[in-house]
């Protein structure tokens, strides 16, 4: 494909759309064949668009995709990118003077104006309750946290007194109850000493009982068929550590702690070495009474 303009018209076009006119003959002759040859490879590669899509008609899709190949600059209100309805060009011939047009689709001002999307409100502040009497409302603004406790019935009891508490928290919770009952008798004793001694154990201090009493319960099952008095044992003394712990205030767990110490004490088949549990549950008991 081969078009090749006059040197006249490349003449024109300088003067009326670049002001040029003070070029010389050589000049306009080069610039016509450079705007021949770039027309003729446009129009080559819009051609090999349009066989790609298998259509019959050059579209100015077609030439917009040609002058993307080329990295020129791609025409502005010629072209369409939807694929159900196709602008084409129309021929117009009137006084003498041809001229190309695209039908333009008639669209309502209304539909303009009605917005797509919802508008976003302004940033307000509202008020609500972190928590009421230790338990968090069930409301969108609140997260919800779930805690999971094994017992139905102490779920009822801890609710009453249950506290929100940090991821941090959780982590610290989960290390030290580990700690407390692993294997390890340097970091067991760590732990002891954390919670004989730390001031900031209050805000997990149900959970710490909660899971004092629920080991008890579980190791002292009649299905349990095997010697779990080393486990026992253990949250004896997390419970003798927690008791000699002068700033944490028990009094409200007291009722759940008591239990699982007591059964310790007074259960009849916990193990053939059970002396040295009893005597650690008696001295827990020991310092509930001077305590109170």
């Not at 409200?252 to 259960?267: D, K, N, V």
């Amino acid at each position: 494909m081969t078009i090749q303009f006059s040197v006249e018209s490349i003449e024109y076009l300088a003067e009326k759309l670049s002001d040029c006119r003070y070029l010389c003959d050589e000049s306009l002759v080069y610039l016509t064949l450079q705007i021949s040859a770039t027309i003729s490879n446009l129009l080559q590669d819009a051609c090999k668009v349009l066989r790609k899509c298998r259509r019959n008609d050059l579209t100015t899709e077609d030439f917009a995709f040609a002058l993307k190949l080329n990295h020129l600059e791609p025409m502005y209100g010629g072209y369409t990118t939807s694929s159900i309805e196709r602008l084409l060009f129309h021929k117009i011939k009137k006084d003498n003077r041809i001229l190309y047009h695209i039908t333009d689709n008639i669209v309502q001002f209304d539909e303009l104006i009605i917005p797509q999307s919802k508008i976003p409100l302004d940033i307000s502040i509202r008020i609500h309750w972190l928590a009421v009497n230790g338990k968090q409302p069930e409301i969108n603004e609140n997260p919800i946290i779930d805690i999971p406790i094994r017992s139905t019935v102490l779920k009822k009891k801890l609710n009453k007194t249950s506290h929100i508490i940090s991821k941090e928290q959780q982590i610290y919770y989960k290390e030290l109850t580990e700690m407390c009952i692993c294997s390890n008798e340097q970091k067991r004793k760590q732990a002891l000493l954390i919670l004989s001694a730390d001031n900031s154990l209050q805000q997990i201090l149900s959970r710490l009982i909660l899971f004092i009493s629920e080991g008890v319960r579980v190791n002292l099952a009649p299905t349990s068929t095997f010697d779990r008095s080393i486990i026992l044992k253990y949250l004896m003394q997390m419970s003798d550590a927690l008791l000699q712990n002068e700033e944490l205030y028990l009094e409200r767990y007291l009722h759940y702690l008591l239990p699982a110490i007591l059964s310790c004490l007074l259960e009849r088949r916990i193990s053939r070495d059970h002396w040295s549990l009893r005597d650690l549950a008696a001295k827990c008991c020991k310092q509930i009474i001077r305590f109170e």
